[in-house]
Every structure is written in structure tokens, then in C-alpha cells.
């Protein structure tokens, strides 16, 4: 496979930066994370000092290992603060509620969501695939849970865990407006 990065350019500073830095943020060392990839030690350690030519195939297999997307282990600024504005947050209204990501990219198997209810209003929940966890939390106000035919009141501060491939409906029975945050954990075999 062709290489990808000349030696000693910005490119592959950047990997080699980007690369030890994510394996520092999980606490695993050199070995553990070459073995994670199936590449040898070498070839990892090279990676790490921005000296390396890798092919393709390396470097998906170091992204991979770290869980990140290719172009994270690339990425000129591969900063430790990002600030995202509110209002470019993905927000969409189902009848009545509110409801905005609280994550601003995607992490595989993982969503987490806020939802404003207006007075008096419900949702009903979509059951997502076999093996889903979901957790709700009540931020303000009066949140009930009707899940596999429970109820549950839920006041600020209280979580649920439940099953979340199970119908579930959601309503503020409150006197105003109540905020939940939603998880939801998708099972990765799913």
C-alpha cells in the first residue's frame, strides 16, 4: 500500500501529537495500544514521534484501536477545548417538545438528548433496537415515565433506567414547564 505522509512534515507531527495524546488520555501504554491494533510495537512507537510514513491500512488500524475517526489522528488542531454555541446544536420538535443534542458529533452507540416539555405535554417514545439502555433524568419540573406498563414520577434530579426497546411514553405533569435529559446506550451488537 502506498505511504501516505512524507517524513518530517506538518502531517505527520500532527499524527504523532494527536496519536500520543489519545493514547495518554486512556492510560494505556505503547505496547497495549500496538497490541489493540494488531501492529508491532515499533510501528506504534514510530507513529508517536511523527517520523512515521504510514500506509492507510496502519493508520485505520491505529484510528481504530483509539476509537476515533481517521481524520482526528490528522487534524492540525487537535485541540483539548472546543467551544460549541447552543444555537448550533442539532434541535428538532416532536408535537409539543423541545428536543436538542447535547453532543455536538457523533459517538458511536451513544446519544444524548434534552427535552422541554410545556405544560401538559407527552411524548411517546420510539423503542429503539434489542439490548438498548436509556436513562432519564428529571431536571426541572414533573416528569412521569410509563414504560413496559409502570408508571414512574420522576422530580428534578431522579433517574430511570430502563429498557429502551420497550414502548415508553413521556409527559409533564406538572404545573410548568419541565427540562429532562435523555441517554441512550445502544447495544453495540444491535
Known sequence: MARLLAGGS???GNLG???RQLRERRGLSQAQLAKLAGVPRA??????SGEANPTLAVLIKAANAL?????????RGHGEVKLVPVASLPTRNRGP????KLLPETIAGLDLERMTFPHGARLTGVPHTEGTR??????KGLIELTVAGETYKLTPGDVVVFR?????HYANIGTGEA???SVIAFNPLG
Open 164 to 168: 429502551g426497546d420497550q414502548k415508553h
Open 97 to 100: 417538545v423541545g428536543i436538542r
Open 17 to 19: 501529537r494527536n496519536v
Open 43 to 48: 510501528t506504534w512507537t514510530n507513529l508517536e
Open 10 to 12: 506538518s502531517e505527520s
Open 179 to 181: 427540562v429532562a435529559y
Open 67 to 75: 476509537q476515533v475517526r481517521l481524520e482526528e489522528l490528522l487534524s
Open 134 to 139: 436509556e436513562y432519564l433524568t428529571a431536571e
